[in-house]
């Protein structure tokens, strides 16, 4: 089997889950037999790859939301952000969109230890797969998701039913922790420390997950807005040191993975249009290189300067 | 102007029968000789509407009731008249795992320099109406690593490669020129003197015809190998710059490059592209390159590859009515992988469809069309 597929998807639904947040379910058998959790799809409006006019051009890179590889059915989840994601959020059921993909690396398969995820609004979009596939491992997981506000809260349903305990941060309090992700995050870097520290409590009613404990390794994977992952990237070295000296490096401590966005032409690696700056100097790429990378090999600081 | 001579008519060469099945394995097929053409399984007429299906190939562009397709390039003979643009392609590697690399007539590479070069500042890329803008700054890894690991890569596909050559000096043009001359599978040179996304370099010699023939001159003094100018729409007369280039040595034109252009993020009131400025490319440029392929193709005695746009097999062939002796396909690679080889087997369906038996009674024919009135008496003021 190919690993990457071109297919016209049809939209079996479209759900706006949050204001100007939408969900889209799509019929694409060949991409769902193929996906990891953590690739992305270059997803076009319009059925025909010829066509020209009344959408935009170039596709637009979406992460997996949800993949059922038995029905055949995978998911996206939009912000509308301009003209290609508003043409995407138009989208009505039994509309064509031309699927390339899928693409990118995926999030590195966690077997062991816990799994500390990270969601920054719709950053999320790639964690629901990423924590069905490590809970059913049985590796406990626990998200961490943030948002503006409770309205704007995204994927936490979804992380839920995947086996994972969700923490909810809202800036205005609305909702769980008030404040952002990292303000939520140094309590829970604690409770897992190798050296010790109370286990954290399982899922909710969650039978498979176990509480990491003493000695446990925690993998931490994060999505979202750059300056969120940069502050991220701050807060864990600050804590590995504060914390956990003697154990060497943050990193050590907590390996941490982000997943970043860019503008993209192909999805593919051959434009070159998807560059980030690495740490040390140089470009990777987020469609080749990505789009999950070791944190410490993106300057994610000069990424942040970037926007997206 | 001291050309090298190359007694190639194409019309002695043995010509690769064209596999459409996705099946195909790289290197099974014969190279059969003319006679064999069109005997190939899987080959035969090509049909109205084919190539739409993802995955399953059409019937081959070759068959026997199928226009022939064969073009020669200033000695370069290529199966079907559908090249690649450099810098949608990279070096091939991506685009092999999405079909057999020899269902295109040939293949430009990325632009190579001579040393590696790390590319402009992101954001690289941006959105237009019908098209884009990138200002990927001629990211590759440099002539030496190409000789050593890419163009073996793509030669055993036996597809013709041109590999696409650009500095920032004179010497460097001619540095590349007489590295890449000689070396295994390369058919022939495109010289990028079109580029709009490094500061010192490209489209700066593009814009004079003067220095573009300079750079010409010089590539030509050390290779004997075609030589294609890439030239930049850039400018306000083409021809004069088409003229030089011809003087200069040139075998062929490729045109057109990108058209400078830029776009403003309005939330960060700045520049969107990290260089500031990029080339713009996609269907929003077909009629500008268009017209420059006609006006090149009326004053200027090269084949022209015409590139600008085009989507589908019907955008090729108004470029070879216009004159192009074949085109290259570029940004709609970046939207669909498999546009080449669909382009092929497209622009086969609307030759067959328009009465046509070959590509080559097409090329420039508008233009006879477009003189029918004077030679009837009704010249215009």
Same mark, same amino acid.
């Given at each position: ?25 799509? %019929? ?68 064509? %969109? ?136 701050? %807060? ?73 | ?38 005997? !190939? ?116 596909? !036996? ?148 590139? !600008? ?73």
């Amino acid at each position: 089997m190919r690993e990457w597929i071109r297919e016209v998807g049809r939209v079996l639904g479209r759900a706006e889950v949050a204001t100007g947040h939408f969900r889209l379910d799509v %019929l694409a058998p060949g991409t769902a037999a193929r996906v990891r959790p953590g690739q992305f799809a270059m997803v076009r409006v319009g059925p025909g790859p010829d066509t020209v006019g009344g959408g935009p051009f170039l596709a637009r890179p979406l992460s997996f939301f949800d993949i059922d590889p038995s029905r055949g059915v995978i998911s996206f989840l939009v912000r509308v952000v301009g003209e290609g994601t508003r043409a995407l959020a138009s989208c009505r059921p039994g509309d064509g %969109l031309l699927l390339t993909g899928p693409f990118g690396n995926g999030f590195p398969p966690v077997s062991e230890g816990a799994l500390l995820l990270v969601a920054g609004g719709v950053g999320v979009a790639p964690f629901p797969p990423v924590a069905r596939t490590a809970a059913s491992a049985g590796v406990p997981v626990r998200a961490v998701v943030g948002a503006r506000t409770a309205g704007l809260l995204l994927g936490v349903r979804e992380l839920q039913e995947a086996g994972a305990e969700v923490i909810t941060c809202t800036e205005d309090g609305s909702q769980g922790v008030r404040g952002v992700v990292t303000d939520a995050l140094p309590a829970l870097l604690r409770e897992s420390v190798p050296s010790g520290g109370a286990p954290p409590a399982g899922p909710p009613g969650g039978a498979a997950a176990v509480p990491p404990g003493e000695g446990t390794r925690v993998t931490v994977f994060a999505c979202g807005p750059p300056a969120m992952l940069a502050a991220v990237d701050r %807060l864990l070295a600050r804590e590995g040191a504060a914390q956990v000296t003697g154990h060497g490096s943050a990193e050590e401590v907590w390996p941490f993975y982000v997943s970043l966005e860019a503008r993209m032409g192909c999805g593919f690696g051959v434009c070159r249009g998807c560059a980030v700056p690495a740490r040390g100097g140089g470009y990777l790429h987020v469609c080749q290189d990505g789009p999950v990378f070791p944190a410490g090999a993106v300057d994610l600081e000069g990424v942040a300067r970037i926007g997206v | 102007m001291g050309r090298c001579s190359r007694p190639v008519p194409w019309i002695s060469r043995g010509w690769p029968a064209l596999a459409c099945e996705e099946g195909l394995e790289h290197g099974a097929g014969a190279w059969p000789c003319e006679e064999g053409r069109g005997q !190939g399984a899987g080959a035969s007429a090509c049909e109205e509407g084919a190539g739409q299906g993802a995955g399953a190939w059409p019937a081959g562009p070759l068959g026997p009731a199928g226009p022939d397709l064969r073009a020669d390039l200033a000695g370069i003979p290529l199966a079907n008249p559908v090249l690649v643009a450099s810098g949608t392609f990279g070096y091939g590697r991506e685009m092999a795992r999405w079909f057999d690399l020899r269902l295109v007539g040939g293949i430009v590479t990325k632009g190579t320099t001579l040393a590696p070069r790390a590319g402009n500042p992101p954001p690289r890329i941006a959105e237009t109406p019908a098209g884009l803008l990138n200002s990927i700054g001629l990211e590759n890894p440099g002539v030496e690593t190409v000789i050593r690991e890419e163009i073996p890569f793509l030669r055993q596909f !036996g597809v013709p490669i041109i590999v696409n050559i650009a500095g920032e000096r004179v010497e460097e043009y001619a540095a590349l020129a007489a590295k890449l001359d000689g070396v295994e599978g390369v058919s022939g040179l495109e010289v990028n003197v079109s580029c709009p996304n490094v500061r010192a370099g490209g489209m700066l010699f593009g814009t004079d015809p003067a220095a573009s023939a300079a750079v010409v001159r010089a590539v030509r003094a050390v290779t004997c190998l075609p030589l294609l100018v890439k030239l930049t729409p850039n400018v306000t007369d083409i021809v004069a710059v088409a003229r030089a280039a011809r003087e200069a040595g040139a075998d062929a034109l490729t045109l057109i490059n990108t058209l400078k252009g830029m776009a403003i993020d309005v939330r960060r009131r700045r520049p969107l592209l990290g260089a500031i400025s990029g080339g713009l490319s996609g269907p929003a440029i077909k009629p500008v390159a268009l017209r420059m392929v006609w006006e090149v193709a009326a004053a200027v005695d090269l084949p022209i590859v015409g590139c !600008g746009g085009i989507m589908t097999g019907r955008d090729a062939v108004e470029f070879l009515l216009a004159g192009a002796t074949v085109v290259a396909v570029g940004s709609a690679t970046l939207v669909d992988p498999l546009a080449a080889p669909r382009i092929v087997t497209e622009m086969a369906a609307c030759l067959a469809g328009e009465g046509f038996r070959s590509v080559r009674e097409v090329v420039g024919l508008a233009h006879r069309a477009a003189l029918e009135p004077l030679a009837e008496g009704s010249e215009q003021s």
